[in-house]
């Protein structure tokens, strides 16, 4: 009984084939294709899911040839979605989270509901792309009058599978309109922003079935198989695969780094909304109690204007050669949609070598890294002495290195797969292949030997 877990992240997808052999996960990555946001010609940010839902239907096929598949589980990152009208037909574009629209509707909200109510009903720290901004200029714009459902990124694609909606709570929290105390949709929040309420149905937890594949489905990959809910936001995900022992603070390192810990209740505070923390849904209606950091973004896109001539690894050596004092605040918003990243640190920090540039982004990572811990020290009232970093981030050895530098901390990184090994746990949670987180992250431990202590 194989599994496969689709993980699409903001700019790479893939396929992963696993199986639980004498004890172990094994994992086989069996297809990868890049995902970018497109432009239109309005000059609107947006994903070709078209796209997307082709490279999904033939990672399945090429797992499908390499064994028998019987489960299946979809994550992506949050916040983004598409509307579709009584047809079931999308309504115009899935626009994506750097767009610009949701800055422009977040003041027009803010007037409605105040940030302040906002944050002590769902405790979603503020991000202008936050669903509930891009939602609202729906309302602005009229996409929302013609829409019969709303479907997050994950419970689309799970719907062009199966044909069946379920809306997912993991993701469902990254909107920023599900009340952490009841766990549901707000009913204040979609009453007063004008919002349809039939588009927001009861939320569905992780380790939940979907359903069969479409008989469309089956046709092009070849075989029949049963669609499970992971954590369908992939942070969520990563974050159930990370190795915490008495609920250590976490990184999930990728193209964000979100620092964070695990938290039975929400962090409603006010203390808590001026650092911008956020209260994300995991499993059983736990939390993540996390603040999102720009990440790994800014060196990807410094990559990208370099016409990726320079790999990941040397560009990390180049920085380890270039030391420089220059840092930034990677969480400015200038650094979240620039036309150039290059340009836009040069605005703070002057001239930089390649190498300078590079080691700035990575130092500055570091020490925002610090200072959240430092944060959720102060709100918690609790010391931790280990920090633990998963997700494709933990490669950059210079990045761990500055980490533990700054922080002081006990680092350990690994898993590197975290998301797509956390979206397997759920799938093996739902078939009981195991009892429970604990003996998922158990199963995690003995499974892959990279997850180690960084040294300097």
Not at 99 to 125: C, I, N, W
Not at 151 to 178: A, C, W
Not at 270 to 289: A, I, P, V
Request: glycine share 8%.
């Amino acid at each position: 009984m194989s599994y496969v877990a689709i993980d699409i992240g903001a700019s790479s997808g893939r396929a992963i084939l696993a199986d639980v052999i004498d004890g172990k996960l094994t994992l086989k990555e069996v297809h990868r294709f890049p995902n970018l946001p497109k432009k239109d010609k309005e000059g609107h940010l947006y994903w070709d899911v078209d796209s997307l839902f082709s490279e999904i239907l033939i990672g399945l096929k090429k797992a499908g040839e390499q064994g028998k598949v019987s489960y299946v589980g979809i994550d992506t990152w949050a916040v983004d979605y598409v509307l579709l009208n009584k047809e079931d037909r999308r309504i115009g574009k899935a626009y994506c989270y750097r767009d610009e629209r949701g800055m422009k509707a977040s003041k027009d909200v803010h007037k409605l509901l105040p940030f302040a109510t906002l944050y002590s009903k769902t405790g979603m720290q503020f991000q202008p792309f936050n669903s509930i901004y891009q939602l609202y200029d729906d309302v602005k714009t009229g996409r929302m009058s013609k829409a019969k459902s709303f479907l997050m990124l994950p419970d689309y694609f799970n719907f062009l599978l199966t044909n069946i909606k379920k809306q997912e709570y993991t993701n469902g929290t990254s909107t920023g309109m599900v009340n952490a105390l009841t766990h549901t949709w707000d009913e204040e929040i979609i009453k007063k922003l004008g919002f349809k309420r039939e588009l927001f149905a009861p939320l569905t937890q992780p380790g939940s079935v979907v359903g069969p594949f479409s008989k469309e489905v089956e046709e092009k990959v070849g075989y029949s198989a049963t669609v499970l809910l992971p954590a369908t936001h992939d942070t969520a995900s990563a974050v159930l695969a990370a190795p915490l022992e008495d609920k250590t603070p976490y990184i999930s390192s990728g193209t964000w780094s979100l620092l964070g810990i695990e938290q039975v209740d929400a962090h409603l505070d006010e203390k808590s909304m001026k650092y911008n923390y956020t209260n994300e849904g995991s499993l059983d209606h736990t939390f993540r109690f996390q603040k999102n950091i720009m990440g790994l973004w800014m060196i990807q896109q410094v990559r990208h204007e370099l016409h990726d001539e320079y790999s990941f690894a040397t560009l990390a050596q180049m920085a380890r050669e270039n030391p420089t004092d220059k840092i930034v605040n990677v969480n400015d918003e200038s650094f979240l949609a620039p036309e150039s990243m290059i340009r836009a640190m040069e605005e703070k920090t002057g001239k930089l070598s390649i190498g300078e540039m590079a080691y700035c982004i990575y130092h500055s990572l570091a020490l925002s890294y610090k200072e959240s811990l430092q944060e959720i020290e102060e709100m918690t009232g609790k010391h931790y002495d280990t920090l633990n970093i998963i997700g494709g981030g933990i490669y950059n050895t210079l990045l761990n290195e500055l980490t533990l530098k700054e922080t002081g901390k006990r680092v350990i990184v690994g898993p590197a797969e975290g998301t797509a090994i956390g979206n397997l746990l759920m799938q093996l949670y739902a078939t009981k292949e195991i009892s429970s987180l604990k003996e998922g992250r158990e199963l995690v431990k003995r499974s892959f030997e990279e997850i180690t202590e960084v040294k300097l």
